[in-house]
Nanobody
């Protein structure tokens, strides 16, 4: 099993920045890719960004390109999501996910999930 623990959420003003962290532990050698999803109130969960462990490739959903950056720290088995120019519509619970597949575009049936961290952007 793999455990994922997110941190870094909070209340931020529009235009501000935030960095989310996701630390993986357990059978991390089974991980092929890690990424982030988010779920806004009343909406379905959506993929945000992903990072492939094998090739280092990244994938972003169109709405966050240019504002979100995903990267990893190998030594800490941690993936980060740096968010710039936050908008009220970025308000959501952000979930970290990991998959055995190495595809950077993770899917809803990813193998492991964190508990989520709340990001609230005030206007």
């Amino acid at each position: 099993q793999v455990q994922l623990v997110e941190s870094g959420g909070g209340l931020v003003q529009a235009g501000g920045s935030l960095r989310l962290s996701c630390a993986a532990s357990g059978r991390t050698f089974t991980i092929g890719a890690m990424g982030w999803f988010r779920q806004a109130p009343g909406k379905e969960r959506e993929f945000v960004a992903g990072f492939s462990w094998s090739g280092g490739s990244t994938y972003y959903t169109d709405s966050v390109k240019g504002r979100f950056t995903i990267y990893r720290d190998n030594s800490k088995m941690t993936v980060y999501l740096q968010i710039y120019s936050l908008k009220p519509e970025d308000t959501a619970v952000y979930y970290c996910a990991a998959a055995r597949s190495s595809a950077a575009r993770l899917t809803d049936d990813s193998d492991y999930w964190g508990q989520g961290t709340q990001v609230t952007v005030s206007s």
